[in-house]
């Protein structure tokens, strides 16, 4: 299975500051339809899991734009621009180019 | 509005049998692939199986391959997870996804299976 690994595991913010999460994946995750199905969960307390970012750079539908991804190859990067009260959850990198799709382990993120 | 609406989460024994259903609305369900994740209480998120549109195509997780199975009907909206052989490491929340790689995607709000005796 492709290991996706998360960095930092735990990240406290300042409000109105950025944030960076890397994401490592133990394999390209190019599909072999030339795709890199390589997304962005975030999941806040209490809640079901949301998309933010699919296919490494875009944003899903009603995401703030100050959620951004990028990366290539194996090493990918979520930024916030500026953290917001309601950003507090834990994030979750995903890849879905090779099955079974595989998680990172996440980051919390929490405010200082 | 969308909805995906799981049902069918409870106390089971080891060894014993659940049937997850998700009853889905809002958005054109025959087009989509539709998958079970599971977070295991305080832990991270893991595919467990996925179906392909027209049910043809099914995929798993090692973890379950042999014991759990997925299905679907198209005509009812709904996308079931059986789940036999039970151990207490299947312990979690269990999600439906109408996942799409580059759609949306939507999520329910899961259900709760225990295994413990």
């Known amino acids: 299975d492709v290991v996706v690994t998360q960095s930092p595991l735990s990240l406290p913010v300042t409000l109105g500051q950025p944030a960076s999460i890397s994401c490592r994946s133990s394999?390209?995750?190019?599909?072999?339809?030339?795709?890199?199905?390589l997304n962005w969960f975030q999941q806040r307390p209490g809640q079901s899991p949301r998309r933010l970012i699919y296919?490494?750079?875009n944003r899903d539908s009603g995401v703030p734009d100050r959620f951004s991804g990028s990366g290539s190859g194996t090493d990918f990067t979520l930024k916030i621009s500026r953290v917001e009260a309601e950003d507090v959850g834990v994030y979750y990198c995903?890849?879905?180019?090779?099955?079974?799709?595989?998680f990172g382990q996440g980051t919390k993120v929490e405010i200082k | 509005e969308v909805q995906l609406v799981e049902s069918g989460g409870g106390l089971v024994q080891p060894g014993g049998s659940l049937r997850l259903s998700c009853a889905a609305s809002?958005?054109?369900?025959?087009?989509?692939?539709m998958s079970w994740a599971r977070q295991a209480p305080g832990r991270g998120l893991e595919w467990v199986a996925t179906?392909?549109?027209?049910?043809?195509?099914?995929m798993y997780v090692d973890a379950v391959k042999g014991r759990f199975a997925i299905s679907r009907d198209n005509a009812e909206n709904s996308v079931y997870l059986q789940m036999s052989s039970l151990r207490a490491e299947d312990t979690a929340v269990y999600y439906c996804?109408?996942?799409?790689?580059?759609?949306?995607?939507?999520w329910g709000q899961g259900t709760l299976v225990t295994v413990s005796s």
């Open positions: 996804s109408a996942y799409c790689h580059s759609r949306s995607t939507f």
């Open positions: 179906i392909s549109q027209d049910g043809s195509a099914k």
């Open positions: 296919k490494v750079s």
């Open positions: 809002g958005f054109i369900f025959s087009s989509y692939w």
């Open positions: 995903m890849q879905g180019s090779h099955w079974p799709w595989t």
């Open positions: 394999q390209s995750p190019v599909h072999s339809d030339g795709n890199t199905y």
